[in-house]
T-cell receptor, first 111, second 112 residues
Framework: EDQVTQSPEALRLQEGESSSLNCSYT??????LFWYRQDPGKGPEFLFT???AGEEKEKERLKATLTKKESFLHITAPKPEDSATYLC????????????FGQGTRLTINP | ETGVTQSPTHLIKTRGQQVTLRCSSQ?????VSWYQQALGQGPQFIFQ???????GRGNFPPRFSGLQFPNYSSELNVNALELDDSALYLC???????????FGPGTRLTVL
């Protein structure tokens, strides 16, 4: 069974304090790995897609990387507006193009 | 370009009732997926529709059913509501064969 585990469950940082979120996955085959940001009570907002090990994507203060077993979301010099839950999901090449999500990392940036 | 929209925003029902949730897909997208998100959890896949047919289903009972219309909009129906059905219901649209799924704002369902 495809599984995604995110760590830590919650992370509290000071403004400007860089860190990384982890997403470990076990799948029968990987079509893509996706990162989303979700604000409380709202739908997930698409951030990145990674398709193969070694791939990296960047957007403002965020950089996502991918290996064969895990992905990292690096946050450089975060600001309070980066506070949100970050979700990782995988998609396999077979059957419906469903996303299998981790439980998310709740990130809080204190000013 | 119009994003994914969902209605209603919030809904309160009692146990045993039936509910219909609606979703309009993003312009240019022909595939709609539905997810259930319990508080503090990641979204769980319910089912997906492509060309008005169910294209895959997660571990949800048959009382969860859906439709897709010729304009690619979709409905999620839940019969015989249970307390555990209380959750945020998310609709996501995509193109068939494509990876990225774009989510709507969700419908918050509370079952009393």
């Amino acid at each position: 069974e495809d599984q995604v585990t995110q760590s830590p469950e919650a992370l509290r940082l000071q403004e400007g304090e860089s860190s990384s979120l982890n997403c470990s996955y076990t799948v029968s085959g990987l079509r893509g790995l996706f990162w989303y940001r979700q604000d409380p009570g709202k739908g997930p907002e698409f951030l990145f897609t990674l398709y193969s090990a070694g791939e990296e994507k960047e957007k403002e203060r965020l950089k996502a990387t991918l290996t064969k077993k895990e992905s990292f979301l690096h946050i450089t010099a975060p600001k309070p507006e980066d506070s949100a839950t970050y979700l990782c999901a995988v998609q396999t090449p077979w059957g419906a193009q469903k996303l299998v999500f981790g439980q998310g990392t709740r990130l809080t940036i204190n000013p | 370009e119009t994003g994914v929209t969902q209605s209603p925003t919030h809904l309160i029902k009692t146990r045993g009732q039936q509910v219909t949730l609606r979703c309009s897909s993003q312009s240019g997208h022909n595939t709609v997926s539905w997810y259930q998100q319990a508080l503090g959890q990641g979204p769980q896949f319910i089912f997906q529709y492509y060309r008005e047919e169910e294209n895959g289903r997660g571990n949800f009972p048959p009382r969860f059913s859906g439709l897709q219309f010729p304009n690619y909009s979709s409905e999620l129906n839940v019969n015989a509501l249970e307390l555990d059905d209380s959750a945020l219901y998310l609709c996501a649209s995509s193109t068939q064969g494509g990876g990225e799924q774009f989510f709507g704002p969700g419908t918050r369902l509370t079952v009393l």
